[in-house]
């Protein structure tokens, strides 16, 4: 089980993290959704003990992390990080070697997979194809605990579904705590349960994918129908056209009136409203 | 230590290459000097002088141990976590590639020594060569306590910059840099503390007694080691 409490990151005068509550209790796997620059990773280098927070208490099955107290059970390597220019082959060995538990069958399968020359070195590998050997050492590791940031980074639309693919295998065949950081809702939508919305620092949304999808939606009718319905209601953002109100609620379910319909809410589009949540009838 | 500690020497060893590239150049110029020198001697063009002297080849391999020690904690560390490393596993790894280097780089020093060095002062530098093992007196000793006195020495010295450079993004690793060179600064024209310097470097250089001297420098290059303990613990990714 993994807790945030009141957790607080700040690089000199930013604050990246802001007393950031968070509980996740068991296996499942879950979407860190959030802008650039919303402290996704920050929030991954938090939990796996890389940096240290200027404030509050991060628990890893009840045990404290810091710097110091790297939890053995959380495995995270940074989109986009530096690593030793070796042979693709090298590198997954040295990790292998240096991990317990390293499923190295299931890093050859994927290798072998996602079509990665394993003969040619870490600088030699396009972008796409670093992200995914630092994606592949990331997800073979038996780790209870796998924190993927941006593992897409890169990838052409058939790499990203293929990887989707790869991940529901990865969970089925070993479940445990799976956090994917990325912008890509809707494709990260067909394999996540939970989502967690960062903006600014600050959790905005812990749901689950159904609950979203029950409680996400979108009002559209004449502004002077739609209006009075939004009393009580939490509205998430609005579009107008000429007299058309959209209406994006976030909250329970109402019975439209006539002249107003309601519509399921995209998760692309309940995001944008979370983060963006500007309306345009001003 | 454990089989992950050497694989993490291992891979320091492997991924140290600038360290290696720019020795070897030194090293070629360093030959590529000599046999200009000995042609032209040879060939009664130039014979140059009594006071002729060179940088002792063996030497020249100490340049591996300074940049290794440099590039280990700043460009291996990183890279070492990427693959899922452990700072315990990095901080005994380390140690062990420091060990393991120095001793290449001893041994390497005393064949050179025995052999290229001997053959090309005899031949051209009448003065002799700058190689420590001649200047600090650890030949005198023989080769097996020259070649241990020699590693434990390197050993010190790549502790000593591997620690330094590990703080170097902290406030007290530039209070450290400070501290050095004041101690040097300060030490220096004062009778009594500049007693207490020569002391010390006799103690890890210096000192007739070449047990003392080799128990000397690994002492110390635990104590300075054992520091990288808190200093890793605090260290970001």
Redesign the interface.
Known sequence: MIEFKNVTKKYGETTAINRVSLRIPGSGIYCLLGRNGAGKTTLMKLLAGHIASSGGEITVNGEPVSTSRMPECVNFIESGSVQFNMKASDLIGTAAALQDGFDRNFATKMAKRFDLNLNKRFKQLSFGMKTMLTTIITLSNNSKVILLDEPTLGFDAIMRDQFNTLLLESYRTNPRVLIVSTHLIDEISKVTENLIIIESGNILVEAGIDDIDEKAYTLTGAASLVLPLLNGLNCIGKTVLGNVMAAHIYGNRINPPDGVTLDRMGLQDFFINMVGGKSNDN | MT??SM??AK?HI??IKLAYVITACWFLATILQDIVFLALHWLNVFSGNEDNMTVGLGNVLYLIIILGAVFIPSM?F??????????A?FFWGSAMGHVIMAAAVSLAGMILYYTYESFVISVYYKAGNLNVLFWFGWINNGAAIAFVQQFAFLLLLAVFVHTLTSVQDKWYGWAADIAIVAIIAVFTPIAPLRAALVWFFRMIIFHPNAFAQIVSCLVLSAAIYALNKPIL?????
Do not use: W
């Open positions: 089989t992950k694989v993490v891979t492997r991924n291996n990183r890279k070492m976590m990427n693959l899922g490393g452990k700072r596993d613990a605090r260290r970001t990714i």
